[in-house]
């Protein structure tokens, strides 16, 4: 199919369906020639330089250049290329790019999943080597992922508008220090585009002043795109002439510029829809719904014409190559004699009876082993599943308890131990409920152990911010390493978040050269001046007073051969060290 062609006629529908229009169509849309140029010019150079930085910059402009004409699959393959380049050398700013990217790809492919898991690692990269383009970049992704996932409201994530803005929000005075002009503009963007969802009233001026940074450093590509969002902010708040006006206007500097950007294009003829119907002008939305349509049916097509091309070439050139080892089989087979051919009859015969033997003794002994693996697996579930009720049992009845005390430190002291013996039946959950047996995935657990002990203290409001790096433990370690999160948490919910009107909480887990570091910091107020303050650490060597809670920390430690310390610092701190098995 000739996708150009059909955005020529998709372009032209925009001028019949409007009475006023003006300017000229451009002739086609297509992958840009003058950016797969200089593409293919660092191809060639870094080929001859044998640079692999260089062949991963000019996959990058491949991947890009593949974006722009909305061929996300084609894109992608050549982000995994570059990625693949980049990986062996460590933490860099490319390579945190370039997950940035593969992020926003399979974001707009719908594996959300994915893209957080990209943007996830963009972020650990940027926050490790403290670059701020990286940083600014990674926050980015990290809001926009989020924010589709909770458009989405995709099932086994806990997402809140609020934080969706709080990623946004780090970029602006990142970018206030770099004076980046165009970074701002883009992060006034992203902030009145998310507000413009949630109705809120500061959608307009942020986008306006998104435009007017646009115009001013002249970047002309980018403003077609502003004011495509600023008409959706004004027919989201009932303005729909001035959403007219700005649709127009975008679409006239679209054409006049010659453009080829496939979700600008998707997004006027949405929002042409949304302004004829809010007008009740239903012939000219419907010939606007068809065009969007239009352009969904011809990106899927071209993406299965691409595959089927693909696929094409891979079967002409496995055809040619079996037809080649058919015909050098057939003339190693001409010069054997018939005797070397009897002799070698005899002999597969020979080993054909003696393998149907061996065969079927193995077959006999493959198939008791499978039914005693059958039944060493029932046994382990059940066994498994026991443990896990015990345990989940003993946290309701130290529950009740709790719930029939009147005295507040004894009650305080069961609900702790509670709190203990659920993080254990949480770590068991995630030891033998998982893909990987007797290991844990320490993201996925640590947020739920996080968001367990919050809501414990009545801290459910606390957005949490965490950062943990794709890191699974043994059970030997994982045990451990989750009772201390849990007594940490507990300190913070019961010494630092009652002495402040907006509690926060930042949980860090990286892991860098066999060893895991975890840092824990909140807003609290850490080594109090006024001894009449309950504070949770001593003014000797900043470990919290010896208590239950700091003997478990401390043996727990040891236990894992690492170390452990507490500190103020705008709150207080604590810092855990471990080699990883």
């Given amino acids: 199919m000739n996708r150009p062609a059909v955005y020529t006629g998709l372009l032209l529908c925009w001028l019949l369906a409007l009475e006023q229009s003006t300017g000229q169509v451009p002739a086609h849309l297509r992958v ?88 996830r690692l963009a972020l650990s990269i940027a926050q490790r080597i403290h670059q701020p383009r990286a940083l600014v970049l990674a926050y980015g992704v990290v809001g926009r992922v989020n924010e589709a996932i909770w458009e989405q409201h995709l099932p086994g994530y806990t997402i809140h508008y609020d934080s969706v803005e709080t990623y946004y929000q780090r970029k602006m005075p990142i970018f206030r220090a770099m004076r980046d002009t165009l970074g701002m503009a883009e992060t006034w963007l992203e902030l009145g585009t998310l507000f ?72 006027l003829e949405t929002e042409f829809v949304r302004y004829y119907q809010a007008t009740g002008q239903w012939q000219q939305a ?46 190693t087979l001409q010069t054997r004699n018939w005797q070397t051919q009897r002799k070698l009859t005899g002999l597969t015969l020979a080993l054909l009876v003696l393998a149907t033997g061996v065969g079927g003794g193995f077959f006999w002994l493959a198939r008791k082993n499978k039914r005693i693996s059958r039944r060493n697996e029932e046994l382990v579930k059940e066994q498994n599943h026991r443990v896990k009720n015990n345990m989940q049992v003993v946290a309701s009845l ?19 131990s509670r709190l203990r013996v659920q993080a254990m039946a949480m770590i068991h959950q995630r030891l033998y409920d998982g893909d990987q047996l007797a290991r844990v995935d320490m993201p996925d657990f640590i947020r739920q152990l996080t ?12 957005p949490p911010t965490i950062c943990v790096d794709p890191i699974t433990l043994a059970a030997e370690q994982a045990t451990p390493v989750g009772l201390i999160l849990n007594e940490v948490l507990t300190n913070a919910c019961k010494h630092a978040f009652p002495h402040t009107n907006q509690p926060t909480l930042q949980l860090d887990c990286h892991q860098q050269n066999r060893r895991v570091h ?16 309950v504070s949770a650490f001593s003014a000797t060597n900043g470990l919290p007073r010896r208590s239950l809670g700091r003997q478990l920390i401390e043996s727990l430690t040891e236990q894992l051969h690492g170390t452990c310390r507490f500190w103020s610092e705008q709150g207080s701190v604590f810092a855990l060290e471990f080699p990883i098995d």
């Fill in 32 to 119: 840009n020639a003058e950016r797969l140029a200089r593409a293919q010019a660092l191809e060639r150079q870094a080929m001859r330089q044998h640079n692999p930085a260089g062949l991963a910059e000019a996959y990058y402009q491949y991947g890009r250049t593949y974006i722009f004409a909305g061929d996300y699959k084609t894109s992608q393959g050549y982000f995994l290329r570059a990625q693949r380049l980049l990986e062996p050398p460590g933490p860099s700013a490319d390579l945190s790019r370039i997950y940035v990217r593969l992020s926003e790809n399979e974001s707009r492919l719908g594996r959300q999943a994915d893209a957080l898991r990209y943007a």
């Fill in 196 to 267: 413009t969802k949630v109705r809120d009233r500061r959608a307009v001026p942020y986008l306006t002043e998104a435009l007017r940074l646009t115009r001013l450093i002249h970047r002309d590509r980018l403003v077609p795109n502003v004011m495509l969002h600023l008409a959706t902010a004004y027919l989201t708040a009932g303005q729909p002439q001035r959403a007219f006006d700005l649709l127009r206007a975008a679409r006239a500097r679209y054409i006049a510029d010659r453009f080829d950007d496939y979700d600008t294009i998707l997004g």
């Fill in 286 to 331: 419907f010939s606007h719904q068809q065009a969007a349509h239009q352009l969904e049916r011809t990106e899927m097509l071209s993406d299965r014409e691409a595959a089927i091309a693909r696929l094409h070439i891979e079967y002409e050139t496995q055809k040619r190559e079996a037809e080649i080892r058919a015909k050098n089989s057939q003339l």
């Fill in 398 to 416: 130290l529950l009740m308890q709790a719930n029939r005390l009147t005295d507040q430190p004894a009650k305080q002291a069961v609900e702790e």
């Fill in 451 to 462: 968001v367990g002990v919050l809501s414990a203290y009545g801290y459910e409001q606390v």
């Fill in 518 to 533: 975890i840092r824990i910091s909140d807003n609290g107020p850490g080594k109090a001046a006024d001894e009449s303050v």
